[in-house]
């Protein structure tokens, strides 16, 4: 174990929260958090509604503020530095799948999960024909409801925890620990939010993933800033690595 890190956060302000959110989408005036595409994006999602319909609508739209247009830095270099588990892995809520190309190899099937048809559609377009495209698939199904053959070896989170209602954590928790094999590793990268109003993203914290989390038996085995974030996203990024050390597992 490297060092776990408090579960505080920088306090910084609401403009340059959502200006990282938008990084790719072009942050700007215009809305409550500065940015016009969260804006809109919380637009889709004001009024209650079913959630997977926001999500449908904001892929049909293009309001994918959170789009990098290509794998996070830091999953690269995980893949690079060999730690990662190989077997399965699974990407819930993967978008373009993304990282979910950069995780597959010969020695590491991914799965990218999306509730969204529009996004999985997007994302075998743009992969189908890449080089190690026999070592992921993309399938559309809800997170909560999905039931896979197997579980998996790796489950890594972006931006999906904080995208989703806080009521629904939990239930977040849950799934991962029942997705989860016994030794297998949930790599969360946390997109820290502390200032918004509603969602999504919704606020959150190191300890909210704590507080799910560590009921169900996970440690945090490396928690510590993403010295990678893209720009707009240094100082709100922690790399979570976490391993189930209790005994309890998840009930559902
Ligand atoms: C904020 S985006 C993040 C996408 C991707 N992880 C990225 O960083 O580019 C959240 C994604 O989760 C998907 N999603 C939301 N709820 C889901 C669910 N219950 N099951 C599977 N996917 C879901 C949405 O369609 C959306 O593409």
């Given at each position: 174990?490297?060092?776990?890190?408090?579960?505080g956060?920088a306090?910084?302000?609401?403009?340059?929260?959502?200006?990282?959110?938008?990084?790719?989408a072009?942050?700007?005036?215009?809305?409550?958090?500065?940015?016009?595409?969260?804006?809109?994006?919380?637009?889709?999602?004001?009024?209650?509604?079913?959630?997977?319909?926001?999500?449908?609508?904001?892929?049909?739209?293009?309001?994918?503020?959170?789009?990098?247009?290509?794998?996070?830095?830091?999953?690269?270099?995980?893949?690079?530095?060999?730690?990662?588990?190989?077997?399965?892995?699974?990407?819930?809520?993967?978008?373009?799948?993304?990282?979910v190309?950069?995780?597959?190899?010969?020695?590491?099937?991914?799965?990218?999960?999306?509730?969204s048809?529009?996004?999985?559609?997007?994302?075998?377009?743009?992969?189908?024909?890449?080089?190690?495209?026999?070592?992921?698939?993309?399938?559309?199904?809800d997170?909560?409801?999905?039931?896979?053959?197997?579980?998996?070896d790796?489950?890594?989170?972006?931006?999906?925890?904080?995208?989703?209602?806080?009521?629904?954590?939990?239930?977040?928790?849950?799934?991962?620990?029942?997705?989860l094999?016994?030794?297998?590793?949930?790599?969360?990268?946390?997109?820290?939010?502390?200032?918004?109003?509603?969602?999504?993203?919704?606020?959150n914290?190191?300890?909210?993933?704590?507080?799910?989390?560590?009921?169900?038996?996970?440690?945090?085995?490396?928690?510590?800033?993403?010295?990678?974030?893209?720009?707009?996203?240094?100082?709100?990024?922690?790399?979570?690595?976490?391993?189930?050390?209790?005994?309890?597992?998840?009930?559902?």
């Amino acid at each position: 174990m490297r060092h776990v890190l408090p579960a505080g956060r920088a306090v910084v302000s609401r403009g340059a929260r959502a200006a990282a959110m938008g990084s790719s989408a072009g942050a700007g005036a215009g809305d409550p958090g500065g940015n016009p595409t969260v804006g809109r994006l919380r637009e889709i999602f004001r009024g209650g509604g079913d959630a997977a319909d926001g999500w449908e609508k904001s892929w049909e739209t293009g309001v994918t503020p959170w789009d990098l247009g290509k794998p996070t830095p830091i999953i690269e270099h995980l893949v690079k530095s060999g730690t990662l588990p190989k077997g399965r892995a699974l990407v819930p809520g993967c978008g373009m799948g993304y990282d979910v190309v950069a995780l597959a190899s010969p020695e590491r099937f991914v799965v990218g999960l999306e509730i969204s048809n529009i996004a999985a559609e997007k994302a075998k377009q743009w992969s189908s024909s890449l080089p190690n495209a026999d070592w992921f698939s993309f399938l559309i199904a809800d997170f909560f409801k999905w039931r896979p053959s197997e579980p998996f070896d790796l489950i890594f989170d972006y931006t999906f925890f904080c995208a989703l209602d806080p009521s629904m954590r939990l239930a977040w928790a849950e799934t991962v620990s029942r997705l989860l094999k016994p030794d297998g590793e949930l790599i969360t990268l946390i997109y820290l939010i502390s200032d918004q109003e509603g969602g999504p993203p919704y606020n959150n914290t190191v300890a909210d993933y704590q507080n799910v989390l560590e009921p169900l038996g996970f440690k945090a085995v490396w928690m510590e800033d993403n010295e990678l974030a893209i720009k707009p996203r240094k100082g709100f990024e922690k790399l979570g690595r976490w391993k189930r050390c209790g005994r309890r597992q998840s009930s559902l």
